[in-house]
C-alpha cells in the first residue's frame, strides 16, 4: 500500500536539517509500513439480532445497539474482527437495560474457528462492564452469552479500550475511576 501526501516544504523541519521548497517536489509518495496504518474500523457479527438491532450498531455512538433474537436458540455472540491483528487494552461493554447478561465470556481469535476464553464474567447485572485483555493482539475478539434468558441480550454499545490501560493493575483501576465518574 501507498500513500501520497501533498507536503508543503516550508512545514518540514526537522532537528538536523532544513529541507527547502527547491529540494522537494511538491507531491510525495511514501510506503506506509502495515504496522503504522490507523487501526480499520471493525466489523460486528453476531450469532442473530432482532430487526432494527444489528451488530453493527455496537459501533456507533448513540443508537440502538444490538439485541440477540431469543427464538435463534443455542449460543449467543457478538464479533468484532479487525483487518489484520490488533493490539487491545480490553473492552467497554455498554449492556442494554432491557436485556443484561446473566453472565458472559470474552474470546479472541486469530482465524474465527480457535478461540481462546480471556474473561469470565459468572454473574452480572448489566450495566457497563469493563474488561481488561493485557498482552492481547488478535484478530476477533468475541462476547459470548451462554444463557441469554428469555429476553436475549442486547449491546448498546462496545468500545475497544487503548493499549495504556490495561498496561498493569493499577492502570486499569484509574481507567475505570475515571470513567466511572463521567
Known amino acids: 500500500n501507498t500513500i501520497t501526501l501533498a507536503v508543503d516544504a516550508r512545514a518540514l523541519v526537522s532537528s ?15 510506503a506506509m509500513h502495515p504496522s503504522n496504518r490507523p487501526p480499520a474500523v471493525p466489523v460486528a457479527s453476531a450469532s442473530s439480532a432482532l430487526p432494527g438491532h444489528g451488530p453493527e ?3 456507533e455512538a448513540a443508537g440502538a445497539g444490538w439485541r440477540s433474537d431469543p427464538a435463534a436458540g443455542g449460543e449467543t455472540w457478538l464479533d468484532l474482527a479487525f483487518e489484520r491483528p490488533r493490539e487491545l487494552g480490553g473492552l467497554a461493554v455498554d449492556w442494554d437495560p432491557r436485556a443484561p447478561p446473566r ?10 474457528t480457535a478461540w481462546e476464553p480471556r474473561w469470565r464474567v459468572v454473574r452480572t447485572q448489566g450495566g ?14 468475541r462476547v459470548a452469552v451462554r444463557d441469554p434468558g428469555p429476553q436475549g441480550v442486547g449491546v448498546l454499545r462496545m468500545t475497544l479500550l487503548p493499549v495504556v ?8 483501576v484509574a481507567m475505570a475511576a475515571r470513567a466511572a465518574r463521567r
Open 128 to 141: 457497563r462492564s469493563l474488561v481488561p485483555l493485557p498482552d492481547t493482539e488478535t484478530r476477533r475478539v
Open 57 to 59: 450498531l455496537v459501533l
Open 16 to 30: 538536523s536539517m532544513l529541507v527547502s521548497r527547491s529540494t522537494l517536489p511538491s507531491r510525495h509518495t511514501m
Open 165 to 172: 490501560d490495561s498496561a498493569s493493575d493499577n492502570a486499569f
Open 103 to 112: 453472565a458472559f465470556e470474552v474470546l479472541v481469535s486469530d482465524d474465527g
